[in-house]
């Protein structure tokens, strides 16, 4: 079960405690995240909400090992992230973590396929492997038939679920979204949550997202908001 | 509406790195094409100048150059006798003999010693001769151990300013007049007293190595020739000063012409690419930009103009630049072997005013259409594609 | 390489803009390769020059010419092993361009000077015994198409006249560098037809016993012949060659520096485009970097990426160069050793690769230093 105030004994799949994050802009400090916990268990959908500025992407950046806390440790699955090198931070995203990002960010010179085979490079995996691999994420997300399409071929919603497709491939422990709806409309926004959510449900893949929409957050077990530097726990689903 | 031209200015400021690089590398074209070109009107002034149509050389059957040939005094006063000669006022036929010899001076660039060619002649040499000019000094006088040295010679070697002492076969030379021939061969030589040369090189009076003779018309040069064939006493050759000087710098011509064509052609290929590349580099990278000016309204053929001004302003700068970087080099004294005399020869860059604006406009054609393809591009692309462009 | 088709897709983004470049390295590396042909062409007879021979020459000048009589003196000089002359002949075959060096030479001794040009025995004797017999070197004999038996007229600038030789022997190399256009024929038969010149040969060339005696026999023979009225110059074959590559002057100087300048300015050019392309990218390689590429991967990435511009560009340069001096001497015929050697060629490659490297290095290391964080917030 989610936990915010850091007193979970028992190891979870990811234990923050105790995160403080502070930006330094010249003279003026600005204090992000202050004593954050949290605890997420596996097979988890949640959802962050909170004001812009607040600290979300802040909070997913650290958690899936892209920056550093200015204090307060992360441990995913046993692994100390926050104290590993960036070698070896950049190996562990590598095996760990799904990122799904609002602008999509795939590379444009690749194809629909060879963008979801990336993660996979990183592997041992044979190119016959990867293919069955790559075709597996192409249909769980449903953008098979447009697999050799490019980025600038396929429509914002399309892109979602090509890039959603890369963040699973690989198999990863968790999948950090930053506002994965925020650039879609209405109906493809339905469409990649309801994605998300069976991913969580039928594969039992821990997703932790950030967004700004209530319709889209309805779609997590939990809600938490960001308030001042640290969770508050919202609606509980289940 | 145009684009306001300082939205260009400030561009050009606004990417520092990116329009210096642009800005050197042409100037670095115009450079070496100013240069190229300089090299190549230097040499063809030398030899388009060298040597005129009426005057006639002549040599010893078989001398492939001066310095071999033998003239005696007998055979020297039986040609100047012989027709078709141009004659001075007072009636004398205008022949001049001439002493050849190459002696080691100081190469101030290659540090070595190299051959140059020494002329002995009579001081009334010069009316053979007109297009001499005396530059600097005067002419040597009669029985003084003297030089008039040529210009290219002046900056070739060492020691061969106005003014200056200089060792020759154990005697003292002073250096009293720099002289200039239209960028002929001649500017490479030393000249001095027929008479002490003769003596400081322990040949005898009555021996020269060559002639020149002045004839009334070029036209006359057959009728001469057949006149020299014909004579039993003399066993010459005539040719025209004009094809001898040509025959002398074959080599050298084809080696320059050659090598200098082929390297520039290669290098100016090269120099377009670059300068191409550069251009359009800073400019594909920015059809997103560009992109956003047309959707705040601009029109297709104000971004264009943009673009253009942009590339212009930088052509421009590249172009001056390479200029001023090319200028110190005019009048630099390029030097090489003669093969046939085996002395060297020299000639200078000439930088002119049209050159210059040649460059500059080379690098305008250059930088301006490298522009053009990018801003083609930039209209081709509706700016709601170009905005999600990558 | 399963990243190879990272590089391809990168490569082929901006066709323009890789052309563009893939030519920036063609033409640089096109010009070097023309400026090392014209580099050894200048310097080719620095680089055949035995170390145990010695070029005597008129003081004065090498036109002017040495008394025949010199032969049996030069031999006596202790130290020396064989002696042979040649003498200038300067005529040209059907027209003056088509230039190649005719040489009357001391047919019985050249060769055994020379040990670099083999010429088959039986050849050799032919010409021996006819007096009007020449010797050629396979590239001329090639460029004309001279066989063995032809009869050959060369009109003769310096004597005057047409003069006829019959073709007897064909000599080849043993090196590249070697020169293979001279026509050579007997000293005697020039000696009999000039009608002034006589008793005079052109300059001698001594073999030495061994390399360490060339400094002592050459100032044995200038002082034999000192205050005789023709005074000797003597130099290794070696510092005659310099001595004459010196002469030649600035110009190759100024080609050699022109060609430098451009293929900076080139180089700095790639670089630049590479480093815009990386700047232009670095979202992408952002996201490479959150899927958890290393820093270390990506560096080799894009240095890859710049060794693939400069080997492809860069080789297909120098190859073109390479042929281009395949075909032969530009000039017709002045300088009879225009090549690209393989030294040269392997320099180029060295060159092809450092700056392949060189121009990748700094966007390499954008990429390496670039922060995940900074970049995505760019986006
Ligand atoms: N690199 C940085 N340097 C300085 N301040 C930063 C930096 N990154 C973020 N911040 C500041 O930290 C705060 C939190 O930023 P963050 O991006 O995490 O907010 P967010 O909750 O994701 O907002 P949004 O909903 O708009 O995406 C903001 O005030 C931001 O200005
Ligand atoms: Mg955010």
Same mark, same amino acid.
């Given at each position: 079960m989610v936990n915010v105030n850091g007193k979970n004994g028992a190891r979870s799949l990811i234990q923050a405690r105790n995160l403080d994050k502070i930006y330094t802009r010249g003279e003026e400090e600005i204090h992000c995240l202050s004593g954050l916990n949290l605890d997420v268990e596996k097979g988890e959908f949640i959802a962050f909400m909170g004001p812009s500025g607040s600290g979300k992407t802040t909070l997913l950046n650290l958690l899936g090992g892209l920056d550093k806390p200015t204090r307060g440790s992360i441990v995913a699955n046993d692994i100390e992230i926050t104290s590993l090198s960036e070698n070896m931070l950049a190996q562990w995203r590598a095996e760990n973590v799904g990122f799904v990002f609002q602008m999509y960010n795939l590379l444009p010179v690749l194809t629909a396929y060879q963008n979801v085979e990336i993660p996979l490079l990183l592997t041992s995996l044979s190119k016959k492997e990867r293919e069955e691999h790559i075709m597996a994420a192409l249909e769980l997300t449903n953008i098979v038939d447009r697999k050799d399409h490019y980025p600038s071929q396929l429509s914002g919603g399309q892109q979602q679920r090509v890039s959603i497709a890369r963040a699973i491939v690989s198999n990863p422990l968790f999948l950090l979204c930053d506002e994965p709806t925020g650039d879609l409309d209405r109906k493809s926004?339905?469409?990649?949550?309801?994605?998300?959510?069976?991913?969580?449900?039928?594969?039992?893949?821990t997703v932790l997202m950030v967004t700004h929409d209530p319709k889209a957050a309805e779609a997590a077990d939990t809600i938490l908001h960001l308030e001042k530097g640290v969770l508050i726990e919202g609606k509980t689903v289940k | 509406m145009p684009v306001p031209y300082t939205y260009s200015l400030n561009s050009i400021k606004a990417r520092k790195s990116s329009s210096a690089i642009a800005i050197l590398c042409i100037a670095g074209v115009v450079c070496v094409f100013i240069v190229v070109m300089a090299m190549a009107n230097g040499f063809n002034k030398m030899l388009k100048s060298t040597g005129s149509e009426d005057n006639v050389i002549i040599l010893r059957k078989g001398s492939s150059a001066e310095m071999m040939s033998i003239i005696s005094k007998e055979q020297y006063k039986a040609v100047g006798d012989i027709m078709f000669?141009?004659?001075?006022?007072?009636?004398? #036929?205008?022949?001049?003999?001439?002493?050849?010899?190459?002696? #080691?001076?100081?190469?101030?660039?290659?540090?070595?010693?190299?051959?140059?060619?020494?002329?002995?002649?009579?001081?009334?040499?010069?009316?053979?001769? #007109?297009?001499v000019k005396i530059i600097k000094g005067r002419f040597f006088n009669e029985g003084m151990y003297e030089f008039v040295v040529g210009k290219n010679a002046a900056n070739m070697y060492e020691g061969l300013e106005l003014g200056k002492e200089i060792n020759l076969g154990g005697r003292k030379f002073k250096v009293s007049g720099i002289m200039e021939s239209g960028g002929s061969l001649y500017e490479s030589e030393i000249w001095c007293d027929l008479?002490?040369?003769?003596?400081?090189?322990?040949?005898?009076?009555?021996?020269?190595?060559?002639?020149?003779?002045?004839?009334?018309?070029?036209?006359?040069?057959?009728?001469?020739?057949?006149?020299?064939?014909?004579?039993?006493?003399?066993?010459?050759?005539?040719?025209?000063?004009k094809s001898f000087f040509e025959e002398q710098s074959r080599v050298v011509t084809t080696l320059i012409r050659v090598l200098g064509f082929l390297v520039a052609a290669v290098m100016a290929v090269g120099a377009v690419f670059a300068a191409f590349n550069t251009i359009y580099t800073s400019f594909a990278s920015r059809v997103k930009e560009l992109a956003t000016l047309r959707a705040i309204g601009f029109s297709q053929e104000s971004v264009i103009g943009t673009i253009l001004f942009e590339s212009f302003i930088l052509s421009l700068s590249g172009g001056i630049l390479g200029c001023l970087i090319s200028l110190p080099l005019d009048n630099f004294s390029a030097s090489t072997l003669n093969f046939q005399s085996f002395s060297q020869v020299a000639f200078s860059f000439d930088i002119s005013l049209k050159l210059l604006l040649e460059g500059i406009l080379f690098a305008l054609v250059i930088g301006v259409s490298a522009g053009f393809i990018p801003a083609i591009r930039s209209t081709k692309l509706k700016p709601a594609q170009a905005l999600r462009e990558t | 390489m399963k990243y190879l088709f990272l590089l391809k897709a990168n490569i082929k983004r901006k066709k323009i803009r890789t052309f563009l470049t893939l030519g920036s390295y063609f033409a640089a590396f096109l010009l070097f390769g023309l400026l090392a042909a014209i580099q050894s062409a200048f310097h080719q007879g620095v680089d055949v020059a035995g170390a145990n021979r010695l070029v005597v020459a008129n003081k004065t000048s090498l036109i002017m010419p040495l008394p025949l009589s010199y032969k049996e003196k030069i031999a006596q000089i202790s130290g020396g092993k064989n002696v042979t002359f040649a003498s200038w002949f300067g005529g040209y075959y059907q027209d003056p361009k088509n230039f190649f060096a005719q040489m009357a030479v001391d047919s019985e001794t050249y060769f055994d000077v020379y040990k670099e040009f083999k010429v088959d025995?039986?050849?050799?004797?032919?010409?021996?015994?006819?007096?009007?017999?020449?010797?050629?070197g396979k590239k001329t004999a090639e460029k004309y198409g001279f066989k063995i038996g032809d009869r050959i007229p060369i009109i003769a600038s310096i004597w005057g006249g047409v003069w006829e030789f019959n073709?007897?022997?064909?000599?080849?190399?043993?090196?590249?560098?070697?020169?293979?256009?001279?026509?050579?024929?007997?000293?005697?038969?020039?000696?009999?037809?000039?009608a002034w010149g006589k008793g005079m040969v052109g300059w001698y060339i001594v073999e030495t016993k061994s390399p360490d005696l060339t400094y002592s026999v050459s100032k044995e023979i200038d002082r034999k012949f000192s205050n005789s009225s023709?005074?000797?110059?003597?130099?290794?074959?070696?510092?005659?060659?310099?001595?004459?590559?010196?002469?030649?002057?600035?110009?190759?100087?100024?080609?050699?520096?022109?060609?430098?300048?451009?293929?900076?300015?080139?180089?700095?050019?790639?670089?630049?485009t590479m480093e815009i392309s990386v700047r232009e990218r670095s979202g992408e390689i952002a996201v490479l970097k959150t899927i958890g590429f290393s820093d270390k991967l990506l560096y080799f990435l894009t240095i890859s990426e710049s060794l693939f511009y400069s080997l492809s560009g860069g080789l297909l340069?120098?190859?073109?160069?390479?042929?281009?001096?395949?075909?032969?001497?530009?000039?017709?015929?002045?300088?009879?050793?225009?090549?690209?050697?393989?030294?040269q060629f392997a320099l180029g490659m060295f060159l092809i690769i450092f700056f392949g490297f060189l121009s990748g290095a700094l966007p390499a290391y954008r990429v390496y230093k670039l922060k995940i964080v900074d970049a995505l917030g760019r986006i």
């Open positions: 926004g339905d469409e990649v949550m309801t994605l998300l959510k069976n991913l969580s449900e039928q594969l039992n893949i | 000669i141009k004659r001075d006022s007072e009636g004398n #036929p205008l022949v001049s003999p001439e002493v050849v010899v190459v002696a #080691p001076f100081f190469h101030k660039s290659t540090k070595t010693n190299a051959l140059g060619q020494v002329r002995g002649v009579l001081p009334s040499a010069l009316k053979v001769h #007109p297009q008479k002490l040369l003769q003596e400081t090189y322990k040949r005898p009076l009555n021996v020269f190595s060559t002639m020149f003779v002045k004839l009334n018309s070029k036209n006359d040069f057959l009728k001469f020739k057949e006149m020299i064939d014909k004579d039993p006493r003399l066993n010459f050759d005539a040719k025209t000063e | 025995k039986n050849q050799f004797l032919n010409f021996l015994k006819d007096r009007q017999g020449c010797v050629i073709l007897r022997a064909i000599y080849t190399g043993t090196k590249p560098e070697d020169d293979l256009t001279q026509f050579l024929f007997h000293a005697s038969y020039l000696e009999e037809r000039r023709y005074e000797t110059k003597t130099d290794t074959e070696k510092a005659f060659a310099l001595g004459f590559v010196k002469q030649i002057g600035n110009i190759e100087l100024i080609i050699l520096s022109i060609g430098a300048i451009v293929f900076v300015t080139l180089l700095l050019v790639t670089s630049n340069g120098m190859l073109t160069a390479k042929l281009f001096t395949l075909k032969g001497d530009p000039t017709g015929g002045f300088l009879p050793a225009f090549y690209v050697s393989s030294n």
